[in-house]
């Protein structure tokens, strides 16, 4: 009996920590495909990516930042900041102490990027190590003096192909060693936006151009002998949702435009009053039942959106699939920046390598979460950030993991096993005294006896 109570606590023991059994070098590569969609992974058929997930992990929706847009979001992913800690609140920026602007095309000033310290530039503080990056947003400018010791500049151009055999060259060969590396595919945000995520035959086509890819990357990897040994993340930044012309929020029909200037416009509106804050707010504040305005001290704490020079005094909020125009508009299919606690706005995450468990599920982390578990995998001291490492303690080998259903098992095991154990007590302590009762009744007849005889 004692050996099976070791027996069965030796098995949890092992089920719940993994194997702790990797000491190379650890070394990671962050993959991001813009724009995907928790739910695609159900919806569609992705055989490749459905085999990497399952020789390793899946997190089914990673609740992102708000705003749900691109730049913000890979800043967060590499920096475990909300964006008001980071300073990259949007993908159109206005700084109205400085006067400079921020767009996707107009990116390279340091100032923008500055709030923070991205994990490749961590990783090549530390001694003997390097960083690349394959188009990853803000991998081509200096950040605190730095960029990755390997990258290119950014252009929507170049072809997967070109971008992933950059980074398996210099993950292998480079000295000293890349131990992160980024790539980064604008696919399926693109398509997204121009068919509409409810779009299925041009979604299950580029979707499956997606797939394909990723059998690409694990081919090559194998092929070059990397697969065993590199710790492989395969996620996106936010989701996509569906607009329509049915679904338009008209500004000019509420407010003249020489009101405010447009920061940026939609699903998110950033709105710098030209006139008094309180009138421009009060205009815009019944314009449309489909939209959320606030004054910034007001904007929710569950956005962590408020705390940032860059973030306008007036934001404007449109609801899932409502798209905010001026008067006429070029409008998209498909939009994202929504809400971030909207379902379709989340991405995945998958992971595969010797740092994580193998076939395991988990429900969601945080976007932020990501950060602390990439610098426990690559050992490096993380700088203050939102996101909580035990967030992410299952996906990781090396880490003790109780989740509830686990925590269920062991207590009903425990409460079995103790159970059994009484029952067994029992059934001797019954069977011992029997004998003897019989033997005392024997006695009691020899003393019996003995009266009548004598
Ligand atoms: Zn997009």
């Known amino acids: 009996m004692k050996l099976l109570v070791i027996l069965l606590f030796l098995g949890l023991l092992t089920g719940c920590s993994g194997n702790s059994s990797y000491s190379l070098t650890p070394q990671l590569l962050l993959v991001s495909f813009d724009g995907f969609r928790a739910d695609y992974l159900k919806n569609y058929d992705l055989p490749h990516l459905q085999n990497f997930i399952k020789e390793g992990v899946l997190v089914e929706h990673v609740t992102n930042v708000f705003i749900t847009k691109t730049f913000p979001n890979h800043y967060s992913i590499v920096t475990g900041l909300y964006e008001e800690s980071h300073g990259i609140v949007a993908n159109t920026m206005y700084d109205d ?23 490749w530039v961590t990783n090549q503080l530390q001694e003997n190590r390097s960083s690349a990056a394959a188009m990853w947003p803000g991998t081509d400018v ?41 790539l980064y595919w604008e696919e399926p945000d693109a398509s ?14 580029v979707l499956k151009e997606i797939d394909d890819l990723v059998g690409d990357l694990v081919q090559k990897l194998k092929v070059l002998g990397m697969w065993d040994n590199l710790n492989v993340i395969i996620t996106s930044d936010h989701g996509m949702t569906q607009c329509s012309e049915n679904r338009l929020i008209h500004l000019d029909s509420c407010i003249d435009r020489s009101n405010y200037s447009v920061i940026d416009l939609t699903p998110v509106a950033a709105i710098l009053p030209k006139t008094n804050i309180t009138e421009v707010y009060e205009k815009l504040k019944n314009c449309s039942p489909h939209m959320n305005v606030y004054l910034k001290e007001d904007i929710p704490d569950r956005f962590y959106y408020r705390h940032n020079d860059r973030i306008q005094p007036i934001i404007l909020v449109a609801d899932e699939g409502w798209t905010i125009v001026l008067n006429k508009s070029s409008l998209k299919l498909g939009d994202h920046g929504y809400d971030n606690s909207l379902p379709s706005m989340h991405p995945f995450l998958a992971a595969h390598g010797p740092a994580f468990r193998r076939g395991y599920r988990q429900s969601t982390i945080n976007t932020v979460d990501i950060y602390p578990m990439m610098c426990h995998i ?17 996906l990781l080998v090396d880490q003790w993991c109780l989740n509830l259903p686990e925590v269920i098992g062991i207590v009903i095991s425990a409460l079995l096993l103790l159970t059994m154990l009484t029952g067994l007590l029992i059934f001797t302590q019954n069977r011992v005294p029997a004998s003897r009762s019989f033997s005392r009744l024997q006695l009691q007849e020899d003393d019996d006896d003995d009266p009548l005889i004598g």
């Not at 102490?97 to 994990?119: E, L, Y």
């Not at 200096?142 to 210099?170: A, C, D, G, K, Q």
């Open 97 to 119: 102490v400085t006067k400079k602007h921020f767009s996707d095309s107009n990116d390279k000033d340091s100032f923008w990027w500055d709030g923070a310290v991205p994990i």
């Open 142 to 182: 200096l950040i605190h003096n730095i960029t990755p010791s390997y990258f290119m500049n950014y252009s929507s151009s170049v072809p997967f192909e070109e971008r992933l055999n950059n980074v398996t060259t210099w993950l292998s060969s480079s000295n000293p060693p890349v131990t992160f590396a980024m």
């Open 192 to 205: 997204g936006h121009k068919y509409g995520p409810e779009d299925r035959v041009n979604m299950s086509r």
């Open 378 to 394: 690559l050992g490096l001291k993380p700088q203050a950030n939102n996101g909580t490492f035990s967030h992410a303690k299952c």
